[in-house]
């Protein structure tokens, strides 16, 4: 049978807190390769961990349609997530380097993103180092609709949709995937550890 909409952004507390604590991890590792302060670097790994919080709120209504498949404008609602999370943390008064890195973590470095069509240096880098992490977490992650990626297939998807990102921090990224200390160590304990304790 032919999955629907629903299943696409299907919720799960325990996926969205794995994902994102992959994301914090590797957000902080490539703030640190690209050179940000030690203190941009910590809060970038709070950011990858709250960046999709927005979707906590949304779960009130859309992940709660049970099989029936999205509508455009429910759609288009999915992607208010970031401006939900900005909300969110404004609220919670977390800096301005953190709330802007996860309000603009969709946009792509060509402009073709969301929710501001933002492109290149318009950007905020904690948005365009999120922008990076986040794709790759979700691409070596299991979905309802697809078997996860391995690390070397993400990398590749990543580059033919090369216009997405900053090319000077995605070069900086392949440096950091490729660190088996990151990878097989930080990466594999985090994502055991956060499975075993939402069981």
Known sequence: MKKTGYNIIQFSLSKELQHGMMVSILAGELARKAGLSEEQCHELSIAG????IGKLEMAKYVY???????TIEEIKYVR???????????????????IKSILYHHENYDGSGFPSNLKEDEIPIGARILRICDVFAALISDRPYRR??????????????????????????????HDEIICERDCAIIWRSVSVSLV
Do not use: R
Request: hydrophobic share 45%; proline share 3%; with cysteine.
């Open 49 to 52: 961990l709250l960046h999709d």
């Open 64 to 70: 709660q349609k049970g099989q029936k498949p999205l």
């Open 80 to 98: 208010l997530h970031p401006t939900l999370g900005y909300a969110i943390t404004s609220q919670n008064h977390y800096s301005d380097f953190i």
């Open 148 to 177: 996860a990626f391995s690390w070397e297939k993400a990398v590749a998807i990543m580059i033919e949709e090369i216009k997405n990102f900053d090319l000077k921090l995605f070069l900086c990224f392949l440096e950091i995937i």
